[in-house]
Nanobody, 115 residues
Framework: QVQLVESGGGLVQAGGSLRLSCVTS????????MNWYRQAPGKTRELVAT???????RYADFVKGRFTISRDSANNTVYLQMNSLKPEDTGLYFC?????????WGQGTQVTVSS
């Protein structure tokens, strides 16, 4: 089992920044990749960014150059630094762990970007 707790969401004006955090606990040795997803009202959940155990990163085209995923292994925390935020970035952001035993999700943290 892996437990994930997100934080850092909030209300920000367009062009602003936020940093999301995801603290992991439990069987973290089983984690293959850590991911951030988001879901806007009425839309399907979409993958935003991925970081592997070797710190390789991947990004959705719609956040490339604006968002950065990183991790602090000493504190079992994954971050999503979000810059140049746009109103279309509004949504519920979820931390996800892809493990040898399946996928685990956090409860989500709300990001709202006003125009």
């Amino acid at each position: 089992q892996v437990q994930l707790v997100e934080s850092g969401g909030g209300l920000v004006q367009a062009g602003g920044s936020l940093r999301l955090s995801c603290v992991t606990s439990g069987s973290i040795f089983s984690i293959n990749t850590m991911n951030w997803y988001r879901q806007a009202p009425g839309k399907t959940r979409e993958l935003v960014a991925t970081i592997t155990t070797s710190d390789s990163t991947r990004y959705a085209d719609f956040v490339k150059g604006r968002f950065t995923i990183s991790r602090d292994s000493a504190n079992n925390t994954v971050y999503l630094q979000m810059n140049s935020l746009k109103p279309e970035d509004t949504g519920l952001y979820f931390c996800n762990a892809d493990t040898d035993w399946g996928n685990y999700w956090g409860q989500g943290t709300q990001v709202t970007v006003s125009s």
